[in-house]
């Protein structure tokens, strides 16, 4: 192996160890959901998402989400009618992402909240 192969080799193998040492770190949104499905079990989509739980001090409780609140849009996904997966992608974040809720309290009031992922 020449000099400028092994330095070629070392140089990449470097990259993808820094590309695995930087990934992003799993965030979470501190809450727990109530969810009713639609649709089956090959093509569900979402019909009613209610907060259960909240964790204390967690992303969801900053935001001031509430227990019993019902979750009608994630980003730009309508509930009823949410595909299952997409909602799910969507609540996936990384430590400092953030996604929005579109929420119904239990008054009827509906509010927008942020959630940064801790």
Excluded: R, W
């Amino acid at each position: 192996m020449s000099s400028k192969t092994l330095l070629l080799y070392v140089a990449i193998c470097t990259s993808a160890l820094n590309s695995t040492a930087l990934a992003a770190e799993k965030g979470k949104l501190g809450l727990s959901l109530d969810i009713s499905v639609e649709g089956g079990f090959f093509n569900p989509t979402l019909a009613d998402v209610k907060v259960k739980k909240l964790v204390a001090g967690g992303a969801a409780e900053k935001a001031g989400v509430l227990v019993g609140d019902h979750i009608v849009k994630i980003a730009d996904c309508i509930i009823p009618g949410c595909p299952a997966d997409d909602a799910k992608d969507l609540m996936k974040k990384n430590k400092g992402e953030s996604v929005s809720f579109l929420i119904k309290q239990e008054d009827g009031t509906e509010v927008i909240k942020t959630l940064v992922a801790q």
